[in-house]
């Protein structure tokens, strides 16, 4: 059994609700996993800083892309590495009309309960992820 940790790539979609919804993802996933889950900034791998390339070749990958450009996942496979899983965090928007975003830099209510719901389903297929390493 090896003790890779799970690496959490979210979206950059600087200006856009979602790509703060992706990021508030992300950092919630950290503050309920932080033995397991870390995060590395989007911009410094795909600018290539080879500490962010090491933690994506040697970890489990999770991206969080909010649209359809798939930034994190592309950015992910441009260095060998197929995301362990990718979520669309437009998808997860769509699908929870009564949990949208209200701002870029307050979220608002429904955004955080939004995070909240992606968040959740995340935790839970990294304890699957986990879950299948000690087998």
Known sequence: MDNKKVIVIPCSGIGKPIGTVSREVAYEIMRLKPDTAE???LAALTSGDEESIKKIKDNYVITLDGCA???AQKNTQAYGKEPDKNYMILKFAAQNPDKKPEGI??????????????????????????????K
Not at 109 to 118: N, Y
């Open 105 to 134: 830099i307050d979220i608002g209510k429904g955004g955080r309960e939004l995070v909240k719901t992606i968040s959740e389903k995340i935790v839970s297929d990294i304890d699957e992820i986990k879950q299948n390493e000690k």
């Open 39 to 41: 995060t590395v900034c």
């Open 69 to 71: 450009k798939h930034c």
